[in-house]
């Protein structure tokens, strides 16, 4: 019985090492309200969604206004933080009715937002300490 359970732990250490790497990549736990802000203010941000199919760019300033570029043009924004840690957007195309929440992971050096119905976005490139954003063509 003993050898039983030795073997059923044994597979099942086996089984979760992936989650464990993924724990040791920073895609295990959210980050936090304090470590989002600290991560997403005052950053310009580009990258790609698996789950849209398409290049993006959002710029936040230090104050939570965004930009944010996709194939479909250039939108104004704002982004607020939950006490949760999730990055809150929202956009002036619905009069900022519409919130779209994301649960923000490390991912290296980058980012990796996770929404509600497997919204994926995952950053290619940041840069850091942004005061103002603007335009620019989108690299995609």
């Known amino acids: ?3 039983k359970y030795a073997v059923l732990t044994l597979a099942a250490c086996a089984l ?3 989650a464990f790497g993924q724990l040791k990549q920073g895609f295990g736990k959210p980050l936090t309200e304090k470590e989002t802000e600290a991560a997403i203010l005052g ?3 580009q990258g790609f969604s698996p789950s849209e199919r398409f290049s993006w760019r959002e710029c ?3 104050n939570g206004e965004t930009l944010y570029e996709t194939p479909a043009g250039v939108v104004k924004g704002k982004v607020l933080v939950s006490p949760l840690g999730e990055a809150c957007f929202s956009y002036e195309d619905s009069d900022y ?3 779209s929440c994301f649960a923000t992971f490390k991912s290296g050096d980058g980012l990796r937002f996770e929404g509600t119905g497997g919204a994926l976005f995952i950053t290619t490139k940041v840069i850091r300490n942004v005061k103002t954003c603007k335009p620019r063509d989108l690299v995609g």
């Open 60 to 62: 936040i300033q230090p």
């Open 16 to 18: 979760a090492a992936p």
């Open 97 to 99: 009715a519409a919130v």
């Open 1 to 3: 019985m003993a050898l």
């Open 43 to 45: 950053i310009d941000m």
